[in-house]
């Protein structure tokens, strides 16, 4: 079994909406095969918490938009820490980095099909290593505490 037409659209319009909102490390694995509950996972990445609910709330807003999608589950807003947004037939985790890198659901989901995402979307992988690296050792905090 593959991802439907359907969970592509959403998974296309939710990565498009996250790269707008420059989200970092887009990516999107077909998990149909080993999950009976949704088809499609959608990762992104933000380097502080207000871009994270900046970017859920884009996708909200443009799948709701442009497909008449709303999720029958938001979670975790209030730390805005790690945002997953239940579609049902796929599911969008916009995590903050230190998150994406602890949990790493990349390795969980390793073994499954990636999906092709739109440019912009493709063009956010390693953005999160790109920005760590220009904060510096110490966070870009120029070696004192803020």
């Excluded at 095969?33 to 609910?53: H, M």
């Excluded at 969008?92 to 990349?106: I, K, M, P």
Aim: charged share 30%; hydrophobic share 40%.
């Amino acid at each position: 079994m593959t991802a439907t037409d359907r969970s592509l659209e959403l998974i296309n319009a939710a990565a498009q909406a996250a790269a707008d909102k420059l989200a970092h490390d887009i990516i999107a694995y077909d998990v149909s095969d080993v999950l009976s509950i949704t088809d499609a996972f959608l990762l992104a990445s933000a380097p502080n918490d207000r871009q994270v609910k900046s970017i859920v709330d884009e996708i909200e807003e443009r799948l709701n938009k442009d497909l008449g999608a709303k999720p029958v589950r938001r979670e975790g807003d209030r730390e805005a820490r790690w945002v997953l947004l239940d579609y049902v037939d796929v599911v969008v985790h916009v995590q903050h980095s230190e998150e994406r890198v602890f949990y790493a659901l990349e390795r969980l989901w390793k073994d499954c099909p990636q999906l092709e995402l739109p440019a912009d979307a493709e063009a956010t992988r390693g953005k999160a290593q790109e920005y760590a690296q220009a904060q510096g050792p110490d966070g870009g905090a120029g070696g004192e505490l803020s």
